[in-house]
Nanobody
Framework: QVQLVEAGGGLVQPGGSLRLTCVAT????????LGWYRQAPGKQRELVAS???????NYGDFVKGRFTISRDNVKNTVYLQMNSLKPEDTAVYYC????????????WGQGTQVTVSS
């Protein structure tokens, strides 16, 4: 099974930026959709953004133009550019394949921790 490995998290001040990467151990061309999710302590995991094989994107309402998801099928990588970060964006971020209907499937990776704090 293709593994997805997240990286790029860290500590950033409010208003700062981070770019997360999700590298697949195999081709991502067969994945209808790929998504970024996040889970904050004590909260349920939620969808941040998703992208189809054709490049169409979808974002959680809380993103409000601050984040951009993209994919590079040659590098088998999905990116999440996050700008204007807020303390409430603090969470562990995961990438995951999705079904055509947008439901996550497969085992979850380790994720990457994003902490927004002054």
């Amino acid at each position: 099974q293709v593994q997805l490995v997240e990286a790029g998290g860290g500590l950033v001040q409010p208003g700062g930026s981070l770019r997360l990467t999700c590298v697949a151990t195999g081709s991502i061309l067969n994945f209808a959709r790929l998504g970024w999710y996040r889970q904050a302590p004590g909260k349920q995991r939620e969808l941040v953004a998703s992208i189809t094989s054709g490049g169409s994107t979808n974002y959680g309402d809380f993103v409000k133009g601050r984040f951009t998801i993209s994919r590079d099928n040659v590098k088998n990588t999905v990116y999440l550019q996050m700008n204007s970060l807020k303390p409430e964006d603090t969470a562990v971020y995961y990438c995951q394949r999705q079904t055509v209907a947008g439901n996550p499937w497969g085992s979850w990776g380790q994720g990457t921790q994003v902490t927004v704090s002054s």
